[in-house]
């Protein structure tokens, strides 16, 4: 621990900044795109996305927890639900264009419904990138080896490249609390339907930065949760 609080000090004022530190081409580049990516189409009956909890009592039971149940877990209801919390996203915020959209990554390693693997979602597609063994361990994904036994993790990732021309460290802040909010609203949604997870902030991007082209400009994680049965 350290006395001494100038150097956050100064992190944290310079979070205030909006003259962007990049070349302001931004908006001229593009993350690589997924050419082998399968397009998903999730078919959901009504109920299928009915909580279980109303929001009162899912702010009561909500617990962050490493401890899971070992069933499987609909991946396609995953999917739906990140593509209506990125939706949101959009609307609320009203940045994609300005700032970049969020894409959200799913690393479903027990799943019904549909084939264990990577999938990517966004506000405007659901694809399928790749199945389980291309993960290789899945014990490297995060810092903490017990996320490995969830049922699956999504990821929120950021264009830190096109937040940045738009605000300057600003603009990494804003796509911080929008990676945030959106994190917490899946976390949440699970919940709400019986479901179990923990928020955190250590996926190792390196250990999937093959599947997902990451390159920490154009596409960066920022956030992810677990999601599981409960024990």
Not at 147 to 154: E, H, K, L, R
């Given at each position: 621990?350290?006395?001494?609080l ?13 003259t ?13 795109p997924?050419?082998?990516a399968?397009?998903?189409?999730t ?9 279980a ?18 069933e ?24 994609d ?18 084939p ?29 080896r ?11 990732y950021?264009n830190l ?19 945030s ?8 949604r ?17 250990s ?12 960066h ?11």
């Open positions: 621990m350290r006395n001494d100038d150097t956050m000090r100064t992190v944290l004022e310079g979070l205030a900044s909006r962007s530190t990049s070349d302001g081409l931004a908006s001229e580049r593009r993350p690589v997924f050419a082998d399968v397009p998903v189409e078919a959901l009956q009504d109920g299928d996305l009915r909580p909890h109303d929001l009162r009592d899912t702010l009561r039971r909500r617990r962050s927890t490493l401890q899971y149940g070992q499987p877990v609909r991946t396609d209801v995953i999917l739906s639900l990140l593509r209506d919390v990125l939706g949101r996203d959009r609307d609320d915020w009203g940045l264009t300005a700032a970049g959209p969020l894409e959200a990554f799913v690393f479903a390693f027990r799943s019904e419904g549909a264990a693997g990577v999938y990517r979602v966004t506000a405007e597609e659901t694809a399928r990138l790749a199945g389980l063994d291309a993960l290789g361990p899945v014990e490297e994904l995060g810092v903490q017990e996320f490995s036994t969830a049922a699956g993790i999504v990821a929120l950021a490249d096109r937040a940045d021309s738009w605000a300057g460290s600003h603009g990494y802040r804003v796509a911080l609390v929008r990676a909010m959106a994190t917490y609203d899946v976390h949440l699970c919940q709400a339907l019986g479901l179990v997870g923990t928020v955190f902030g250590g996926l190792i991007p390196s999937v930065r093959h599947l997902v082209h990451a390159d920490g400009v154009a596409r994680p920022l956030l992810a949760t677990t999601y599981a049965r409960p024990l």
